[in-house]
């Protein structure tokens, strides 16, 4: 267990110290970017260059509050916060998306009180250099961002990458108006400043949406509950994996619950060995805890059980909205039946136990029936 833990540790500082010198080359390449651009907005008089500027400013903030976060989510566990604070995160995330979300909602009405009351600007050659510089830094910096976040699986700094990579489109739309006023005299920067809003507000929203489904929760991935699941298959005395939830507590702070189906003829030792075995199979290849592992006896040796599981199977799965049939033991001798069915989101778990319960008491009315609903919680 310690060095599970030591490895764990290990990681998370790893992961931090990548988030934070990554925000800091965020913060130092907006704050020059929007000094530059302030200067060209002011002295040209034009409100397009200006809002870039301040939407730069606004990165720069952003990558200081991921910074804040993620210090606070690395603090260590304590009495109050057995789990850690990893989930702060979370809640860092959801600032940024709101200083995005204001920037783009300030800029839209600058924008639009510049269409009402317009001001010609005034490009220099220079001016038009920087820009375009400008551009191309936010491209180099929205990847590189964006790919260290993917790295490290941190939900800030992938959004911070790719509102780098939306600025640079934009920074690139300012630059073509700004041509295209030196060109013909037609001024269409106060308009491609609302676009530019519509762009921010679009990404606030997006970001705000992404980072309230990791705090309320969300399915699964799957591909990460299948490899669970082999790796839990792979032992021949497991017939099979189910019920599997995972309890998210922040990035790559992974928990894990999950009941295996066991032959009725192991003892509690035999049990005890697999399960610590599988805890620490599950955790190396996939950095997840097994904190619980419920446990399904299956028949074995009873060719009147099998005749029966097969029949109440092919009864239940007849339903559309039966996901899966598990957990299924009958004792033949006391007349008692149990079994779990998951149940997808398209029925109401009452009414269709009721019908279950019904077709399966009419087919073996002298046994004790005992059905639990499970809810569609992964794949």
Known sequence: MEQKELMSKTKEQSRDSVIVRTSIIGILTNVFLAAFKAVIGIVSHSIAV????????????????????????????????????????????????????????????????????????????????????????????????????????????????????????????????????????????????????????????????????????????????DEIKRILTSEPEVHGAYDLILFNYGPDKDLASVHLELPDTMSAREVDRLTRKLEKKVYKETGIVLVAVGLYSYNTGDDEASRIHLDVYNKVMAHEWAVQMHGFFVDTETKEMTFDVVMSFDVKPREALAILYQEVKEAYPDYDVQIAPDVDVSD
């Open 50 to 225: 200006t809002l870039d500027a301040v939407n730069n400013l606004s990165d720069a903030l952003s990558s200081i509050i991921t910074i804040v976060g993620t210090k606070l989510a690395g603090k260590l566990p304590d009495k109050k916060h057995p789990l850690g604070y990893g989930r702060i995160e979370y809640l860092s995330a959801m600032i940024v998306a709101g200083i995005v979300l204001y920037a783009g909602i300030t800029s839209f009405v600058e924008s639009v009180k510049k269409i009402i009351h317009p001001e010609k600007p005034d490009y220099s050659i220079v001016s038009l250099v920087i820009i375009a510089v400008a551009v191309v830094a936010k491209i180099l910096l929205g990847r590189f961002v964006k790919s260290q976040g993917q790295k490290v699986n941190s939900g800030s700094l992938v959004a911070s990458g790719s509102d780098a990579l939306f600025d640079a489109v934009l920074s690139f739309s300012v630059l073509v108006s700004a041509i295209i006023f030196k060109a013909c005299g037609f001024s269409l920067e106060a308009w491609v400043g609302v676009v530019i809003s519509c762009f921010i507000i679009k990404s606030g929203i997006e970001m705000m949406i992404e980072t309230l489904n990791d705090i309320l929760g969300k399915r699964a991935d799957k591909d990460t509950t």
